[in-house]
């Protein structure tokens, strides 16, 4: 990793030529209380001080909510083509949880195999990451999620009259050589952004004691007081996988000209907190009750790529606590885990 200084007065600049040279996309001011990733071409518009966690998240690039995965049209042969979008992009202002929630789909979409429709994207994708305090709902630090090691190709913290930056890939070094005016980090540099990391770490208001969820779990896992308990208020709507970072789950559907020749294949993200999430052919819901999928949920998010992966696939960014109209609270779920079995 290099280490590099950027001073305050060349920062608008440096994104000015990035915005004229790239599609460049960054948090905008949507409404009063929230910011949307968009592609911006003015400088004025890019609004890097969101305090309240964007509902959106930056994931929708990679991964929009619907996408056509291939077309075909039936002949003697069967013809298939592919037409994923791919142009080189620029992701500003993304805070440490939503580049660990990157690092997280990078992962799951190259498992078992290579998800080309993301990856076609993730390639040509720059990430600019920028630290920003916590929001209420965030308990990143809980997870240990609150700082990006990887996953970034430049990554800048606000030390006042400069910008400390952490060039994590070759492209990111490419750029900061081309487009701005920086220095190597001194001793004095590394010593302001320790203190920066400390206030950081100390402003998260909200803390999950994670600690023995991993056995505690299994405890729970059949306790149907406790579920009906956590799950009461909850309208199965599906926002807390909507709104996730690192929610993955997708439908495919099927779509063909009435002429039956040709058709498309699409997917759509999909909710394991919705009713019709499993229902199969022939009727049988395997998860009918909203406890069920309520558990299940949190089972994926804070144990199961634990065993695959050896990481939550929840970077605890405070999202869902937001979006969910029930409020219903991970973060507490977790502390409610702890005292059930406790007591
Ligand atoms: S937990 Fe909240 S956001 Fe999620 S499905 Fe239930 S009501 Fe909706
Ligand atoms: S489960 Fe909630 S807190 Fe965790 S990553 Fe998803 S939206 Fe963020």
């Given at each position: ?15 000015a ?19 949307d ?8 518009k890019?609004d ?40 080189e ?14 690092n ?12 080309e429709?993301?990856f076609?994207?993730?390639r040509?994708?720059?990430?600019i990451?920028l ?32 910008y400390?930056?952490r060039v ?24 302001d ?17 994670i ?21 009461k208020d ?16 997708f ?5 063909m ?53 050896g ?33």
């Open positions: 990793m290099l280490y590099k200084v950027l001073k305050k007065g060349s920062y608008d600049l440096f994104l030529k990035l915005i004229a040279d790239f599609e460049f996309i960054g948090p905008v001011k949507k409404d009063k209380a929230t910011h990733f968009k592609k911006i071409s003015d400088i004025r890019l890097v001080n969101y305090k309240r966690t964007t509902i959106a998240p930056a994931k929708k690039i990679l991964y929009p909510s619907t996408e056509t995965l291939l077309q075909y049209e039936i002949n003697e042969d069967i013809e298939m083509s592919v037409d994923y979008e791919a142009g992009k620029i992701l500003f202002g993304i805070d440490a949880c939503d580049v660990n929630g990157l997280f789909l990078d992962r799951f979409f190259s498992d078992e195999m290579i998800d429709p993301y076609s994207k993730r040509k994708l720059t990430v990451g630290d920003r305090m916590p929001s209420d709902t965030n308990f990143s630090l809980s997870l240990g999620k609150e700082y990006a090691k990887d996953g970034f190709d430049l990554f800048l913290t606000d030390l006042n009259n400069r400390f930056v994590g890939s070759e492209k990111g070094n490419d750029i900061l050589t081309k487009y701005a005016d920086v220095s190597d980090a001194g001793e004095d540099d590394f010593k952004y320790n203190k920066f990391m400390d206030t950081y770490r100390k402003s998260f208001k909200l803390k999950a004691d600690n023995n969820l991993y056995d505690n779990y299994e405890l729970i896992y059949n306790n149907k007081d406790f579920w009906n308990r956590v799950a909850c309208y199965s709507c599906g926002s807390c996988c909507l709104v996730c970072p690192t929610c993955f789950c439908n495919v559907r099927d779509d000209e009435l002429n039956l020749k040709k058709g498309a294949k699409t997917r759509e993200w999909d909710s394991c907190m919705i009713p019709e999430y499993g229902l199969v052919a022939g009727g049988h819901n395997f998860r009918p009750d909203k406890e069920n999928r309520l558990k299940q949920r949190y089972r994926c998010k804070l144990k199961t790529f634990i065993d695959r992966f990481t939550y696939s929840c970077v605890g960014c405070g999202r869902c606590i937001e979006a969910c109209l029930a409020k219903i609270n991970i973060a507490e779920d977790i502390n409610a885990v702890k005292k059930e079995v406790s007591v």
